[in-house]
């Protein structure tokens, strides 16, 4: 728990509904959720990216995610905090892409503390949009693979997240109130 706020984070490859849930989950818990910078970066600068480019969005990342906790902190509405992706998201994009990831995003991981995780499954249909790049159904199972590698490889709790995207916020949410005696 930093700042008194426990923080959930959304994993997973592309078009796995980690936007949606965290944005279901922060209405249901009435709370704020971190969207992810990489899409105001690409929106911003195009859709072309260098591996320098993955370390300021990784740190743009972090810098937004510390702010929402900050805010949310001192409002003292809701406890709950639910980020879509974190440095281990940053870490499989600069890996898979460029086969090599940035010092600072592998220190992050070992220094951040997360209370939970979701790993998003890949049973949604894929939803093209010029952000996306890899629709390819054996390179989105890889990827998933690699997430749920990460995950089993730490000590934080995670869930793997399925269903159409009712399902998975109900499923979600059952999970956060188990996970925080609130049942």
């Not at 810098?63 to 902190?73: K, V």
């Amino acid at each position: 728990m930093i700042n008194g706020i426990k923080k959930y984070v959304a994993i997973g490859p592309e078009s796995t509904g980690k936007s949606t849930l965290c944005e279901q989950l922060a209405k249901h818990f009435n709370t704020l959720w971190c969207p992810e910078y990489a899409r105001e970066f690409l929106n911003t600068n195009g859709t072309e990216y260098t591996y320098d480019n993955l370390l300021h969005i990784a740190t743009k990342q972090l810098e937004q995610e510390d702010r929402i906790a900050q805010e949310l902190s001192e409002s003292g509405v809701s406890p709950f905090l639910f980020v879509d992706t974190d440095m281990y998201v940053m870490k499989v994009w600069c890996e898979f892409v460029f086969g090599e990831c940035h010092r600072f995003i592998l220190d992050q991981i070992a220094e951040r503390k997360y209370d939970g995780y979701f790993l998003c499954n890949l049973d949604l249909p894929w939803v093209e949009d010029n952000m996306r790049e890899y629709p390819d159904p054996k390179i989105r199972e890889e990827l998933f693979l690699y997430y749920k590698e990460l995950l089993t490889g730490q000590d934080v709790p995670w869930i793997e997240i399925k269903g159409d995207n009712p399902s998975r916020t109900r499923m979600a949410i059952q999970w956060v109130k188990e996970q925080n005696g609130l049942l």
